[in-house]
């Protein structure tokens, strides 16, 4: 058995994951370059899906923070694909909206993001595909988990 010592000597798992992500999102920006947007590829997808998903809710989603949050939907704004529209119960809440300018790029972002994530699973069978994800599954439980124990 292998230590946890061990693997950090390799490569801390935070520092891996974080250079996949990026080599996932470069080859998700090379094939929307024809969008006038270069990132929030993501926030974009949740908010069609999201069905008046609220600011603080796609932070949640996100797992970010709330100004982090305004600087994504302030930046998608700008460029016409996301609206704030006052919720009709609690006008001090904003529910987000994609605009049509969005909802007629949705399929290019959908395939984009089939597209990365097959390259990134190329040559796995099914199984190591279910396994990777319960493995991503369970790391992040166990440091959901370590977070709010270090917290007490």
């Known amino acids: ?38 990132r929030s590829f993501y926030p974009l997808y949740l908010i069609d899906a999201g069905n008046g998903l609220t600011q603080q809710e796609l932070a949640g989603k996100l797992n970010c923070d709330k100004v982090q949050v305004v600087r994504i939907i302030d930046y998608l704004s700008l460029n016409g694909y996301v609206e704030r529209v006052t919720n009709k119960v609690d006008r001090r809440k904003y529910e987000l909206a994609i605009t049509e300018k969005a909802r007629l790029i949705m399929p290019d972002i959908q395939k984009a993001f089939q597209q990365a994530t097959s390259a990134a699973l190329a040559g796995l069978s099914e199984n190591q595909i279910n396994e990777f994800y319960a493995v991503l599954e369970t790391i992040e439980t166990n440091l959901i988990t370590h977070k709010s124990q270090s917290a007490k």
């Open 1 to 38: 058995m292998v230590s946890s010592s061990e693997f950090f000597l390799k490569e801390p798992i935070g520092r891996r994951l974080d250079k996949i992500a990026k080599l996932f999102l470069g080859n998700l920006q090379s094939s929307l370059t024809h969008l006038d947007i270069e």
